[in-house]
């Protein structure tokens, strides 16, 4: 079964940096794309960016560019998502979800998802 | 980028009724790539339909996809209680992907 498990909630302060998992089983982690997609509280979802794993080549939304940074762990089939310096703006549920096979692939349908992190900056 | 619009925003609808939701684009979606998803209260989506008609795995024959171009169609033949949620669109033609604002199927 091909599951995607997120690491669990964060309560930061603004200015703290942070860095969420993605940890992927029951597939060829090296061979899929990882999306990353935003849902602030109420509202509705918008993809951050994409992660190749086999040789980490990534992708940003222009509205997430620089903002924050995709990575990912080979070995231990780990994405993350990390923020250097989180703002009260960065409070919402973040899911990490499959994307296409293969590297060619630009733009992805995403499935399955992850279960989400809540991610809540406040002061 | 593309923009996506779905509506109705909210559907009023009863167990056994048929729903129609909408998903209409500002450009024409390169190769029908048009997916749609499901997200109930607290859970992450689930992929319902991609390439604008065809059924992901284990999702039941009573969800179907239609349309090309810019107009999109998710119907939902007859609402079991599980189905009331929120439908979201997402375009996977060109980059950025994009998604849609949502279309809540609520209890009548």
């Known amino acids: 079964e091909v599951q995607l498990v997120q690491s669990g909630a964060e309560v930061k302060k603004p200015g703290d940096s942070l860095k969420i998992s993605c940890k992927s089983s029951g597939y060829s982690f090296t061979t899929y794309w990882i999306g990353w997609v935003r849902q602030m509280p109420g509202k509705g979802l918008e993809w951050m960016g994409t992660?190749?794993?086999?040789?980490?080549?990534?992708k940003y939304s222009p509205s997430f560019q620089g903002q924050v940074t995709i990575s990912a762990d080979k070995s231990i089939t780990t994405a993350y998502l990390q923020w250097r310096s989180l703002k009260a703006s960065d409070t919402a549920m973040y899911y990490c979800?499959?994307?296409?096979?293969?590297?060619?692939?630009?733009?992805?349908?995403?499935?399955?998802w992850g279960q989400g992190t809540l991610v809540t900056v406040s002061s | 980028e593309i923009v996506l619009t779905q509506s109705p925003g909210t559907l009023s609808l009863s167990p056994g009724e048929r729903a129609t939701l909408s998903c209409r684009a500002s450009e024409s979606v390169s190769s029908s790539y048009l997916a749609w998803y499901k997200q109930k209260h607290g859970q992450a989506p689930r992929l319902l339909i991609y390439g604008a008609s065809s059924r992901a795995t284990g999702i039941p024959d009573r969800f179907s996809g239609s349309g090309s171009g810019t107009d999109f169609t998710l119907t939902i033949s007859r609402l079991e209680p599980e189905d009331f949620a929120v439908y979201y669109c997402?375009?996977?033609?060109?980059?950025?992907?994009?998604f849609g604002q949502g279309t809540k199927v609520e209890f009548k």
């Open positions: 997402q375009q996977y033609g060109s980059s950025p992907e994009t």
């Open positions: 979800a499959r994307g296409s096979w293969g590297s060619s692939p630009n733009t992805h349908r995403f499935d399955p």
């Open positions: 992660i190749y794993p086999d040789d980490s080549n990534t």
